[in-house]
């Protein structure tokens, strides 16, 4: 984003304090100035030439996921057949979508075919609904883009060549008017799936809850992601199907052809050059931020984005948004545009040979996260993905070391030993545990081969120590703004074994350091926090939550837009099930080799007190996360001092996450 600094800064806004307070920030390099946040973001070139990308405040969100339309454009423009290209969301609430203006080299593209083409290059949420074709941009008399000209966009989806085919009995005709009512959309048929045609986490639990209500019986809101077609669901709620089983212990065996060679070619240590999956997560940011700091390596990102230059800016954005960015890491960040769900991670024949001759570590933070997506959602990202890693770390004659984050949710309850995991997986009733089970076994199939390898497994993860910036999607922080926003909280203490960000990635890099020897470490907070502790806090900062009867809560959730989905997700059961007093403190993870190996060198997993809850808090009131208390009190807590985030924008309540650890 361009700041403006100097002796003449524009003048502040005498009737919009907010407004003031966001653009006006303390200057970067002069102690005591301001300098004014213009909402212009560029992009800056190594021979130190600009970009204008576009306003800030064109970020938009969709089903619940941030997106910036810059990303899809980029995209949208490496199609043969499209020269330029607009993209901005539409329409209001639940019914917000995302439009692309397009202007073609001669003949006009089918929008199928480029919806085809985006697939490749883009995860299903950033792919726009509708689509038109005009002759050219509208531009202001300045020379930018004038989105407010723009034709409205075409009123029917893209057609993805699917055959409509009518309900066929009184279940789907049900469920049909139920989707109709929710989506706002055209007649649904048989084949159709409900994600597909825009439906997300929080649509699919009030397409539930229409459908419980009209049923006049439970059903469960995981039927909707294991079953996402019209005529599938409506099978599944009659009892004809079931959840199919997934095969974990197969997908957990590892190809044959993943070989460590007998005398493997050697490895740089400490490593020049290693490559990062997951890098624009929450974990992922500080991780790169641990390398670039602990390391002189040149650091190779994997990223979702259109083009190299699409992906270095969100790696550089998610560095700024986190107040971690530094001028000197841009000669040290090689931004990859691919994706573990793609062939060869998404990567051209010269840019995989280049991995392959190069590397001298991997960190495999990566994974798509969704608490309510099934295993064979999540399958090729997190399981395939981290075949495809595995296979890359053994190319060439080589066994390039391989870290991978996993997480404390794989082991099963009473199990608590920095371990390998074991053949039983029976207790694994999530897609996303699941596929971690997976991804450990066929990293420890690996180490068993001969390649150097560590698994990593964060517990419940906590925001930054110093400037407080926190995970957007974590379920803790769900719960919290659900209870600040309904002015009440289940009286049941829940505790959360929370270990800040800054610890987690500084610990992990130092452990990397060190030679992989197929080991397990634990990077978990020490004392638990429990929920209790966390909503006082809120209080103390100005908000009046009440503690009422968690059966009477859990009803007054479900209300919620956002409480059907949370609650499916966090499991309704566990309010009802906690005593306010006699609370089980939970299992406390086994993490005595990782102190062992950590002992001395300065990285301790900090304990959090109040003070660290109020920086927690003082991020979300200060990026909208929070509800604003309804009057200032004394007791709010402090704002730290930190680096000011480039965006202000609120997230969206959902269960699903990018590179996120339970």
Same mark, same amino acid.
């Given at each position: 984003e361009v700041v403006r600094g100097g002796d003449a800064p524009p003048r502040a806004s005498p009737t919009r304090p907010d407004l003031t307070a966001d653009r006006f920030v303390p200057h970067p390099t002069r102690p005591g100035a301001r300098a004014y946040r213009t909402g212009d973001t560029v992009r800056q070139h190594h021979d130190g030439t600009y970009t204008y990308l576009g306003r800030t405040d064109q970020q938009v969100k969709v089903r619940g996921f941030r997106i910036e339309p810059g990303d899809v454009e980029a995209a949208l423009r490496t199609h043969p057949d499209i020269a330029e290209a607009v993209v901005q969301a539409v329409g209001e609430g639940t019914q917000r979508r995302l439009a692309a203006w397009l202007v073609p080299h001669g003949k006009h593209p089918d929008s199928t075919a480029v919806r085809t083409h985006l697939k490749t290059l883009l995860p299903w949420y950033l792919l726009p609904d509708l689509y038109t074709a005009i002759d050219q941009l509208p531009l202001t008399t300045s020379g930018k883009?004038?989105?407010?000209?723009?034709?409205a966009p075409v009123a029917a989806p893209?057609?993805?060549?699917?055959?409509?085919?009518?309900?066929?009995?009184?279940?789907?005709?049900?469920?049909?008017?139920?989707w109709q009512e929710v989506l706002n959309g055209e007649p649904v048929g048989r084949a159709d799936d409900f994600f597909a045609l825009g439906g997300n986490s929080m649509l699919a639990a009030r397409m539930m809850r229409l459908v419980r209500d009209r049923l006049d019986r439970d059903v469960p809101l995981l039927l909707a992601f294991s079953h996402p077609t019209l005529a599938g669901l409506a099978a599944a709620l009659a009892g004809e199907v079931t959840v199919a089983e997934a095969d974990l212990a197969g997908d957990a065996q590892l190809p044959p052809d993943i070989e460590v060679a007998t005398a493997p070619d050697p490895v740089a240590t400490p490593p020049r050059e290693v490559l990062v999956t997951g890098a624009t997560g929450f974990l992922g940011v500080h991780l790169l931020h641990q390398l670039l700091l602990q390391t002189d390596a040149l650091v190779h990102c994997l990223v979702r984005a259109g083009d190299t230059e699409g992906a270095n800016g969100r790696v550089r954005q998610g560095l700024v948004e986190a107040?971690?960015?530094q001028d000197g890491f841009a000669a040290r960040i090689a931004a990859l545009p691919g994706g573990l769900d793609r062939p060869r991670l998404g990567l051209d024949a010269a840019a995989y040979d280049r991995l392959a001759t190069r590397l001298d570590a991997v960190y495999h933070n990566g994974a798509t996260v969704n608490f309510l997506a099934s295993y064979g959602q999540l399958r090729a990202p997190n399981v395939e993905g981290t075949t495809a890693l595995l296979r890359l770390a053994t190319e060439r004659g080589r066994a390039v070391p391989v870290h991978f984050t996993?997480?404390?949710?794989?082991?099963?309850?009473?199990?608590?030993?920095?371990?390998?995991?074991?053949?039983?997986?029976?207790?694994?009733?999530?897609?996303?545990?699941?596929?971690?089970w997976v991804a450990e076994r066929l990293v420890t199939a690996a180490g068993a081969r001969g390649l150097p390898v560590s698994v990593y497994r964060p517990g419940r993860i906590g925001g930054d120590t110093t400037n407080g910036v926190g995970p957007k999607d974590d379920l803790v922080w769900q719960l919290v703004r659900l209870c600040a926003e309904l002015g009440a909280a289940p009286d049941a203490e829940l505790p959360f074994h929370i270990a800040p960000v800054d610890y987690v990635a500084a610990a992990l890099v130092r452990l990397s350091l060190a030679p992989a020897r197929g080991e397990v470490?634990?990077?978990?907070?020490?004392?638990?926090?429990?929920?209790?502790?966390?909503l006082d806090r809120v209080r103390a900062a100005g908000h009046r939550v009440d503690a009422v009867d968690a059966t009477a809560w859990v009803e007054r959730a479900r209300a919620h837009p956002a409480g059907e989905a949370l609650l499916a997700t966090l499991g309704p059961g566990q309010f009802a099930a906690a005593g306010a007093s006699d609370q089980d403190p939970g299992p406390r993870f086994d993490d005595r080799r990782t102190r062992e190996r950590l002992e001395g060198t300065g990285h301790d997993c900090p304990r959090v007190d109040d003070g660290m809850i109020d920086r927690w808090i003082r991020h979300y009131?200060?990026?909208?996360?929070?509800?604003?208390?309804?009057?200032? &009190?004394? /007791? =709010?807590? %402090? *704002? !730290?001092? #930190?680096?000011?985030?480039?965006? &202000?924008? /609120? =997230?969206? %309540? *959902? !269960?699903? #996450?990018?590179?996120q650890h339970r």
């Open positions: 883009v004038d989105r407010k000209a723009l034709p893209v057609d993805d060549a699917v055959a409509y085919e009518p309900p066929a009995t009184a279940a789907e005709s049900l469920l049909a008017e139920a107040g971690l960015w996993s997480t404390i949710g794989v082991l099963p309850e009473g199990v608590t030993a920095e371990a390998p995991p074991t053949a039983e997986h029976g207790h694994l009733d999530r897609g996303y545990e699941q596929t971690k470490f634990h990077l978990v907070g020490h004392e638990p926090v429990t929920s209790t502790r966390i009131l200060d990026t909208g996360y929070l509800p604003p208390a309804p009057s200032p &009190s004394p /007791a =709010a807590p %402090p *704002s !730290p001092t #930190a680096t000011p985030s480039p965006t &202000s924008t /609120a =997230a969206s %309540p *959902s !269960p699903e #996450a990018d590179g």
